[in-house]
């Protein structure tokens, strides 16, 4: 294992949880949730650092054990993803028994289904389990396409090479974006084994099962509510879709039981109801997130339907971050306490850049740093923390024809907000940083723009080939003179572990251009990609500086007036977003 890689697992190490027997404290171990010798042997074995189960998992690996529907929050870097894979590597394998001809021959189902939203994570939880596997002793190990096999919409090859694969050898757990398995669902309803499955886990559920915030009967906007949640019906999603296929028999209970009587309840829970109000046999539900506001959580928990409210576990970690619209936030310490930032006390401050033609400052309102965030990492990103084999990078730049065509046209960046980004990113960066556009900014377009400006910039793929390895880094020990940029969009970061990042640059307002609990959940995401395991960070928004409206009240031209307001306020909505998280801006030093 290489130095970066022992070095991310002592940073998962050291989140563990002790338990106090006899006046003494004693760590917890990975036997002690429930997992099997085996399972623990090739995790250490792969991660030998990780002696230990974090808070969060120590939590939920006994309920997902259990066979307990599960609804999971906590913090970016907690373990969330980690944990669940080690979990579900453990359940038992589905078989069954079916006659062919004369014989009875042994079938093997899917056991656990894992829905993602985009295939970066896919392949990362993928690369996790793929390491556990290999580290098994004693024996070769099984091939992967056994244990765990991806679906992603990859150009079409998850409906011929991926549904061939899935058809010839059935893994113990698949992991697919919701569009993609939805695709194989409709080529054949069979491939999934929908009816067999024992798991179901929605990760980053607030992302792929979009729900309305409930608004007051009595407020003018009661219209726009109503006419956005029928549109949701309309269109409900395919994680949705798939979820109401697979659990259409609780569906039916939970329907059944809405309006019952208090006695019938407590009947049930006594086990003196009806058998017919029981729910049917499904598999377990385990829904996750870093992020779960009250209008999706009561979705979950009241309409949709899915859970098993008999048979529920809620676990909830150390978030410290406050959200809009959640019940009973935690406290968060203020004054000098800046750098306790809003993503669970660690190391992270949180900047604000305003970019014009007059050039560029931080927003009023930032305070003076109180203490040195640390971003030197000491060893740089290698391949071998994400993949865990060496490659040789691509450094040889994009298309020719790409590169001309972007050439002889005009820029639909603002030059300025790229200078920002490419200055500060220079003055600043040790060795990898990740910049984040919105979701319809062309990505190859910025890439090349970055490269014209002198930035080692590339497109974050984290697929399983040297193409995509070779966007992580521009060549071993070089990196601290050469600083990597990767360049992705909100959709292909939530979830992924990058445990070298030291910075995270957004262009403009996350899920904007207005601020709503979705916006500021997406600036939560984005910024627990820094800080991953109590280490420190920094996370730079980098907006345009518009005229005041209010300087242009003279104009005669009210559509111009509204206009101008509402492109000024860019630094308000970032002020209004760190204030929902109860986090003041620092100012970033290069910078007046």
């Not at 529907?69 to 970016?76: F, M, N, P, Q, R």
């Not at 940083?433 to 979701?439: E, K």
């Not at 319809?440 to 970055?450: F, M």
Request: aromatic share 6%.
């Amino acid at each position: 294992m290489s130095r970066s890689a022992e070095e991310y697992a002592d940073a998962i190490a050291a989140q563990q949880q002790y338990s106090i027997v006899d006046n003494q404290e004693k760590k917890v171990t990975f036997e002690d949730l429930g997992l099997h010798p085996p399972i623990v042997a090739s995790l250490r074995t792969a991660f030998p650092n990780v002696q230990h189960p974090t808070e969060t998992q120590s939590k939920f690996i006994p309920a997902i054990l259990g066979e307990k529907d599960v609804l999971l929050k906590d913090e970016t870097g907690s373990g969330k993803s980690f944990g669940l894979m080690v979990a579900l590597l453990n359940k038992p394998r589905l078989k069954s028994m079916e006659k062919r001809g004369n014989k009875n021959q042994e079938r093997r189902h899917i056991t656990s289904l894992v829905i993602v939203p985009h295939r970066d994570l896919a392949y990362q939880l993928l690369h996790w389990v793929e390491r556990m596997v290999n580290a098994v002793q004693g024996s070769p190990p099984p091939a992967i396409e056994s244990i765990a096999q991806v679906l992603v919409r990859d150009g079409g090859q998850h409906l011929t090479t991926g549904f061939l694969k899935l058809e010839k050898t059935v893994p113990h757990i698949l992991i697919g974006t919701p569009q993609a398995l939805m695709d194989v669902y409709k080529q054949d309803p069979n491939a999934l084994q929908l009816s067999h499955l024992s798991s179901v886990v929605v990760d980053e559920v607030d992302y792929l099962i979009e729900t309305v915030p409930k608004k007051s009967p009595g407020k003018s906007f009661r219209g726009s509510y109503e006419k956005a949640n029928k549109k949701l019906k309309a269109h409900p999603g395919a994680t949705r879709e798939l979820l109401d296929l697979i659990y259409y028999g609780r569906k039916e209970v939970n329907e059944r039981r809405r309006d019952e009587p208090g006695l019938a309840q407590y009947d049930r829970s006594s086990g003196q109801a009806d058998d017919c109000q029981f729910y049917p046999p499904a598999p377990q539900l385990i829904l996750s997130s870093a992020t779960l506001r009250v209008h999706l959580n009561n979705y979950l928990f009241d309409e949709s339907g899915w859970l098993n409210r008999d048979n529920l576990v809620k676990v909830r970690g150390f978030n410290r971050s406050p959200q809009r619209g959640m019940r009973n936030p935690a406290p968060l310490t203020g004054g000098e306490e800046s750098l306790r930032d809003s993503l669970g006390g660690r190391g992270i401050s949180h900047s604000v850049l305003l970019v014009s033609e007059l050039g560029i400052r931080n927003v009023s309102g930032a305070r003076r740093p109180t203490a040195s965030v640390t971003t030197d990492v000491g060893t740089p990103l290698t391949p071998e923390v994400v993949f865990g084999s060496p490659v040789v990078p691509d450094n040889e730049g994009m298309d020719p024809r790409l590169a001309e065509k972007y050439a002889r046209s005009v820029s639909p960046f603002n030059p300025n907000t790229f200078e920002a980004i490419a200055t500060a990113f220079a003055l600043d960066v040790p060795s990898v940083a990740l910049l984040v556009l919105p979701a319809s900014a062309p990505l190859q377009r910025a890439i090349y723009e970055l490269r014209e400006m002198g930035v080692n910039a590339h497109g974050l793929d984290l697929l399983a080939n040297d193409k995509g390895r070779s966007h992580l880094l521009s060549g071993g020990g070089t990196v601290q003179e050469n600083p990597t940029l990767l360049v992705s969009t909100l959709a292909t970061t939530r979830g992924l572990d990058l445990p070298e990042l030291t910075h995270v640059f957004i262009l403009g307002i996350p899920e904007g251009p207005k601020v709503s609990g979705r916006s500021v959940d997406a600036y939560l995401h984005l910024a627990g990609r820094v800080g991953r395991f109590g280490r420190g960070g920094k996370v730079i928004t980098v907006v345009e500086e518009k005229e005041d409206a209010e300087e242009h009240e003279e104009e005669t031209d009210e559509e111009d007036r509204r206009r101008r307001r509402a492109v000024v306020t860019d630094a308000s909505k970032m002020m209004r977003i760190l204030k929902e998280i109860q986090t003041t801006p620092v100012q970033f030093e290069h910078f007046d």
